[in-house]
């Protein structure tokens, strides 16, 4: 049934709370502001903006229930919701993202982070300016702090990771905070002597598998030797070393992540099938970005979001099927979507919250002492564009990066109130953007979402969720709520 203007003009909206609406196959989707969600027929929809929805009807009393009517007890839990949901606003940068060089020993067909060859030492951090990040670091007010050891190939510049290591701990019997490392590492330069020292600081590990050993090593290439045997012997070594521990396996192993190029698309199932046999109980099915190296190899390794999402989807039935099957596998970006959309909490993934976490819930610190809102901003700065640049370390306080221009901008550009398009689709409760993506690949911070490839595919991936959601199949429904539960892994955040 068509959609008229004379449909939204009635009683039925005096009575109804905010919210937005969309369609769903031959049904409509109805939103509010705090992610619960209801699906109608056509005429059930009729119904409720006109006022006529039966009182203690099925329908009726699921959309009180779900607060899309007013009430003082609707009003308070509303905003005890939305409170709740918003959290992250208030806690300050949480993820400190520390680039420890730019030399990789890899060369990888996407490579976002213009890697420099080994030899060439001057892109290491140094131990003197680690210092002074770390207690930049420490400044933040959020009781939670990870820092993330990026590259380059983070391991290569070993003394100054060691370092970090040891001083964050040493600062944080002082600071009390909730600390936490991560360390994304390609394993070729892992050894045992490394290894013994992330397992005594409880480091979370986390490395590439791009699938299959062929697609792998196509994707990344290690000179004399094979990406993929190097990652999977790690990996094994690893997770061994967390089981001597006596560390439950399902909580305590190396994540895995996935970038998509073309010869991946080909193979979804093989993808999941190598995730599954190396013991992975998680895949992130990422797309290329717009950013460093991939930005020159786009028209051999690319793909339109079209062909993604065909991807995507085969992935997802597959992992479906595989559950159904006992076999436990979930995919990233679908777990994070589900947990808004099926619990009260945001899981703050800094991409897609309203506004994202540039500059207000991450930094990034690259080996020279510049300094950015994010990742993404770093990428750019090594494609020669400073513009997501907040300063510099030694010189710039914290106050002084958080207070910086690019950081206000990103804040005002990601948050969906700001864009028309956003703030009127019926996903905005469970979405973000990211100005930086915005910037590489449409040439402003506000994003014209109707041309976004990152729009098109978050959007036709939450199609897919409710359109599994909306069925009602009970098996199904069961999978997906086993996607949102978050276990206790508190060992990665004890150090003493």
């Keep these: 049934?068509?959609?008229?203007?004379?449909?939204?003009?009635?009683?039925?909206?005096?009575?109804?709370?905010?919210?937005?609406?969309g369609k769903l196959g031959d049904q409509m989707l109805l939103t509010n502001e705090v992610g619960e969600w209801a699906v109608l027929s056509n005429e059930e929809f009729r119904q409720f903006v006109k006022g006529e929805l039966p009182?203690?009807?099925?329908?009726?009393e699921e959309l009180k229930v779900k607060l899309f009517y007013r009430s003082d007890e609707a009003t308070q839990q509303l905003s005890q919701k939305y409170a709740r949901k918003n959290a992250f606003l208030f806690s300050g940068p949480y993820l400190h993202i520390m680039i420890l060089t730019l030399r990789c020993n890899e060369v990888c067909v996407y490579c976002h982070a213009s890697r420099r060859d080994m030899k060439e030492t001057s892109y290491d951090m140094t131990p003197e300016l680690a210092r002074v990040t770390v207690d930049t670091i420490f400044e933040t007010p959020s009781d939670s702090i990870t820092i993330e050891f990026q590259g380059g190939e983070p391991l290569v510049n070993w003394e100054t990771m060691k370092f970090v290591l040891d001083y964050a701990v040493e600062k944080n019997r002082v600071a009390g905070k909730q600390l936490e490392f991560s360390l994304v590492t390609n394993m070729a330069a892992m050894t045992d002597?490394?290894?013994?020292?992330?397992?005594e600081h409880n480091v979370q590990i986390c490395t590439s598998i791009d699938g299959p050993k062929e697609i792998h090593d196509g994707n990344r290439h290690l000179s004399g030797g094979s990406s993929y045997d190097q990652a999977v012997y790690w990996i094994q070594k690893v997770d061994a070393a967390y089981q001597a521990r006596g560390l439950d396996p399902d909580l305590y192993h190396v994540e895995a992540l996935l970038t998509v190029t073309r010869q991946t698309l080909a193979n979804p199932r093989a993808v999941v099938d190598e995730y599954v046999r190396l013991g992975r109980k998680a895949?992130?099915?990422?797309?290329?970005?717009?950013?460093?190296?991939?930005?020159?190899?786009?028209?051999?390794i690319g793909y339109s979001a079209d062909e993604f999402l065909d991807?995507?989807?085969?992935?997802?039935?597959?992992?479906?099927?595989?559950?159904?099957?006992?076999?436990?596998?979930?995919?990233r970006t679908a777990a994070i979507l589900l947990t808004k959309i099926l619990t009260p909490f945001d899981p703050n993934y800094l991409d897609l919250r309203s506004p994202c976490g540039a500059g207000i819930g991450q930094v990034a610190y690259n080996y020279d002492g510049t300094v950015f809102t994010c990742d993404e901003g770093r990428m750019v700065y090594q494609m020669g564009d400073d513009a997501f640049?907040?300063?510099t370390l030694p010189g710039s306080s914290y106050k002084e990066l958080l207070e910086s221009a690019p950081v206000k901008a990103l804040t005002v550009a990601s948050t969906l109130e700001a864009n028309p398009h956003c703030m009127e689709c019926v996903y905005k409760p469970y979405c973000g953007v990211c100005p930086v993506y915005n910037y590489a690949q449409q040439g402003g911070l506000f994003g014209q979402m109707p041309t976004n490839t990152r729009c098109k595919i978050y959007k036709a991936v939450l199609d897919y969720l409710f359109g599994h959601l909306a069925s009602g199949n009970e098996?199904?429904?069961?999978?997906?709520?086993?996607w949102t539960i978050v276990r206790d892994r508190s060992v990665f955040f004890m150090h003493d």
Excluded: C, H, W
């Design 1 to 21: 049934m068509a959609l008229g203007i004379d449909m939204l003009k009635g009683k039925g909206l005096e009575n109804a709370t905010p919210f937005r609406f």
């Design 55 to 60: 009182e203690g009807s099925e329908k009726y």
């Design 193 to 199: 002597e490394k290894l013994a020292v992330l397992m």
């Design 283 to 300: 895949i992130f099915l990422r797309p290329l970005n717009p950013f460093g190296f991939a930005v020159k190899t786009f028209e051999k």
């Design 311 to 331: 991807f995507y989807r085969e992935a997802m039935d597959y992992m479906i099927e595989l559950n159904k099957q006992g076999v436990e596998i979930l995919e």
């Design 389 to 391: 640049q907040i300063g």
């Design 475 to 482: 098996d199904l429904l069961d999978i997906f709520r086993k």
